[in-house]
């Protein structure tokens, strides 16, 4: 079955720096999008960044472009999330999930996402 596993979580200062990683298995596909969102308390989840393997097009979401980048790992099935310069308003758990039922380039929403992972925290306190 399809399987995301996120690792790389933890507690870290504001301005530091932190990568996770989502190991993906279970599934082939032509192509899909891959990216991680995010879950504050109270909110809503958001989409951080998904990469498309049709292009390595990305999309980033605005508050963390510039600080924050993916990258993916084809013959280990990983994607990592690079982040920098962090903030505490980027506390949050951090979700790895997949769209390969109709993987859209550019498009990078929870709600167009098939498959998720079970999350991981990322706390950003001084």
């Known amino acids: 079955q399809v399987q995301l596993v996120e690792s790389g979580g933890g507690l870290v200062q504001p301005g530091g720096s932190l990568r996770l990683s989502c190991a993906a298995s279970?599934?082939?596909?032509?192509?899909?999008?891959i990216g991680w969102f995010r879950q504050a308390p109270g909110k809503e989840r958001e989409g951080v960044v998904c990469?498309?393997?049709?292009?390595?097009?990305?999309i980033y979401g605005a508050s963390v472009e510039g600080r924050f980048t993916i990258s993916r790992d084809n013959a280990k099935n990983t994607v990592d999330l690079q982040m920098n310069r962090l903030k505490p308003e980027d506390t949050a758990v951090y979700y790895c999930?997949?769209?390969?039922?109709?993987?859209?380039?550019?498009?990078?929403?929870?709600?167009?996402?098939?498959?998720w992972g079970k999350g991981t925290l990322v706390t950003v306190s001084s």
């Open positions: 990469i498309s393997t049709k292009d390595d097009s990305t």
């Open positions: 279970g599934f082939t596909a032509d192509y899909y999008v």
């Open positions: 999930a997949v769209d390969f039922v109709r993987p859209i380039p550019g498009r990078c929403i929870p709600v167009g996402m098939d498959y």
